[in-house]
């Protein structure tokens, strides 16, 4: 199983930049995916997940209403569109996946199987 990454860069505040966690090894429809970020010296927080087999989608609440994650079965890839960014949202991000989480685990990163390699989002002006 492989998670792949990829969609960060440098961005202004108030910009968009789209992340896409391809997958290969995994069906994503039938996993719950998460996105997670890490800033430095910080703790890896749950920024949104998606479920598995049309499962519902779910924010952290400081990306509720910017963020939208959203899956492509058809390419095997989940992204996570990010507008109105703000510098507060830059870290690493990580992708990643796990066959039978129930929906209370979600946020917690330590429940998730299987973790693709991150991407920098840098917001700054």
């Known amino acids: 199983v492989q998670l792949q990454a990829s969609g960060g860069g440098l961005v202004q505040p108030g910009g968009a930049l789209r992340l896409s966690c391809a997958a290969s090894g995994l069906t994503v429809r039938t996993y719950t995916v998460g996105w997670f970020r890490q800033a430095p010296g910080k703790e890896r927080e749950f920024v949104a997940a998606i479920g598995r087999n049309g499962g519902a989608s779910y924010y952290a609440d400081s990306v509720k209403g910017r963020f939208t994650i959203s899956r492509n079965t058809a390419e095997n890839t989940v992204n996570l569109q990010m507008n109105s960014l703000k510098p507060e949202d830059t870290a690493v991000y990580y992708c990643?996946?796990?066959?039978?989480?129930?929906?209370?685990?979600?946020?917690?990163?330590?429940?998730?199987?299987?973790w693709g390699q991150g991407t920098q989002v840098t917001v700054s002006s």
């Open positions: 990643a996946a796990d066959k039978s989480l129930i929906v209370s685990s979600y946020r917690d990163y330590v429940q998730y199987d299987y």
